[in-house]
């Protein structure tokens, strides 16, 4: 059971983008009560929760990222999106979705570079 992420890129800063996460080989019954999670880690520093949502759709995010960012899932498809908006060259990260308790790997993540 792992995550795959996509939908990253190069963006403008200003700009957005929109990540989508998969969770392949799990079954419903698992991934719809698991709160789940959006990480990044930046180059040289340490992976970081910055977005969350859990089974009843409650979010809450890191204070770098609120009012930018919007988490939610759907679970008929097992999946978790990252709406990302305001994007700065902070932003700038591998992104990767996760179990809030993991799933057994973690994907390979999706880069986002924010850039001029």
């Known amino acids: 059971v792992y995550p795959v992420e996509s939908g990253g890129g190069l963006v403008q800063p200003g700009g957005s983008l929109r990540l989508s996460c998969r969770v392949s080989?799990?079954?419903?019954?698992?991934?719809?009560?698991?709160?789940m999670g959006w990480y990044r880690q930046a180059p040289g520093k340490e992976r970081e929760l910055v977005a969350r949502?859990?089974?009843?759709?409650?979010?809450d995010y890191a204070d770098s990222v609120k009012d930018r960012f919007i988490i939610s899932r759907e679970n008929a498809r097992k999946s978790v999106y990252l709406q990302m908006n305001s994007l700065k060259p902070e932003d700038t990260a591998v992104y990767y979705c996760?179990?809030?308790?993991?799933?057994?790997?973690w994907g390979q993540g999706t880069q986002v570079t924010v850039s001029s």
């Open positions: 996760q179990g809030i308790i993991p799933f057994d790997s």
């Open positions: 080989g799990v079954i419903t019954s698992v991934f719809n009560p698991r709160d």
């Open positions: 949502i859990n089974s009843r759709g409650v979010t």
